[in-house]
Antibody, heavy 122, light 109 residues
Framework: VQLVESGGTWVQPGKSLRLSCAAS????????MHWVRQAPGRGLEWVAG????????DYAASVKGRFTISRDSARNSLFLQMQSLTRADTGLYFC????????????????WGPGTMVTVSS | SSELTQDPAVSVALGQTVTITCQGD??????GSWYQQKSGQAPILVMY???NRASGIPDRFSGYSSGDTASLTITGTQAEDEADYYC????????????FGGGTKLTVL
């Protein structure tokens, strides 16, 4: 089982960025997926989650209305479209596989990718 | 309330037992999960549900939950257990949101 994030880079405030996560080693369509971020020297913050079938997406209050989570079963990939970025969005973004199979609620966060770094700065 | 509170730092002597706690109203309705994060690495799942150990986690790790408090106990702490530990659960005000505790830095003396 492997998750590999990409797309992180330096970006100016107010700009947009799209993160990707390539999943392998498990049946991607069976599991909810999440994005979790960690600002430098700080703790973990859940950003967004999407159910196994893409039917439910939810967001942390800090990103709701600016970020969009999506998934593509044909490419076994998870995405995070980020808009109107601010310095507070700076951090390491982790792609995470949920532990529950075909559930419509979140379970434990079973598998984590190594993360991709997003730096928002002028 | 959706907050989870953890002690920022805990220390334990090598080979001794240590308990890390997590407190929050959301834990009254949902079990917590525990994650270990070593310096420069991604977190890994340690415990979840009522008292389930994640795959590959040594049996010196155990979990317990009562009321608004979840706890993670390490019996016979090893040097490699030095890490940051985070609790996590569903937000009791919105089951489709997730909340993490602030993390506890465990130092093994």
């Amino acid at each position: 089982v492997q998750l590999v994030e990409s797309g992180g880079t330096w970006v100016q405030p107010g700009k947009s960025l799209r993160l990707s996560c390539a999943a392998s080693g498990f049946t991607f369509d069976d599991y909810a997926m999440h994005w979790v971020r960690q600002a430098p020297g700080r703790g973990l913050e859940w950003v967004a989650g999407i159910t196994w079938d893409g039917g439910v997406m939810d967001y942390a209050a800090s990103v709701k209305g600016r970020f969009t989570i999506s998934r593509d079963s044909a490419r076994n990939s998870l995405f995070l479209q980020m808009q109107s970025l601010t310095r507070a969005d700076t951090g390491l973004y982790f792609c995470v596989k949920d532990i529950l199979v075909a559930a419509n609620r979140w379970g434990a966060f079973e598998i984590w990718g190594p993360g991709t770094m997003v730096t928002v700065s002028s | 309330s959706s907050e989870l509170t953890q002690d920022p730092a805990v220390s334990v002597a090598l080979g001794q037992t240590v308990t890390i706690t997590c407190q929050g109203d959301s834990l009254r309705s949902s079990y917590g999960s525990w994650y270990q994060q070593k310096s420069g690495q991604a977190p890994i799942l340690v415990m979840y549900g009522k008292d389930n150990r994640a795959s590959g986690i040594p049996d010196r790790f155990s979990g317990y939950s009562s009321g608004d408090t979840a706890s993670l106990t390490i019996t016979g702490t090893q040097a490699e257990d030095e890490a940051d530990y985070y609790c996590q659960t569903r937000d009791d005000s919105d089951n489709h949101r997730v909340v993490f505790g602030g993390g506890t830095k465990l130092t093994v003396l």
